[in-house]
């Protein structure tokens, strides 16, 4: 199984970036989905899930700003930014539960750099 993320970048305050992450591998299943961030020196934070029925969450910090979204029969998630903010600036992970078979895990992508100047 791998996860691969795309679509990180370079972009001014107040700029938009759109992240895409695809799953592949022989999967059975893929139960939530998801976005991530670390800043440095920090830990690595939610940024928005998905449902496979699409029901989102996101965190407080982004509400109104990102919006996140998938293609079940891709096996895709996308996570639209607008309104940008230096405070944005993070490498950005997916995250995907999966069932290969019957065992189930959460696997991550490589990670993609964004980064927001003033």
């Known amino acids: 199984v791998q996860l691969q993320a795309s679509g990180g970048g370079l972009v001014q305050a107040g700029g938009s970036l759109r992240l895409s992450c695809a799953a592949s591998?022989?999967?059975?299943?893929?139960?939530?989905m998801g976005w991530y961030r670390q800043a440095p020196g920090k830990q690595r934070d939610l940024v928005a899930t998905?449902?496979?029925?699409?029901?989102?969450n996101y965190a407080n910090s982004v509400k109104g700003r990102f919006t996140i979204s998938r293609d079940n029969a891709k096996k895709t998630i996308s996570l639209q930014m607008n309104s940008l903010k230096p405070e944005d600036t993070a490498v950005y992970y997916c995250k995907a539960n999966i069932r290969l078979h019957f065992v189930r895990d959460d696997y991550w992508g490589q990670g993609t750099q964004v980064t927001v100047s003033s």
């Open positions: 591998g022989t999967i059975t299943s893929i139960n939530d």
């Open positions: 998905i449902t496979r029925d699409g029901i989102t």
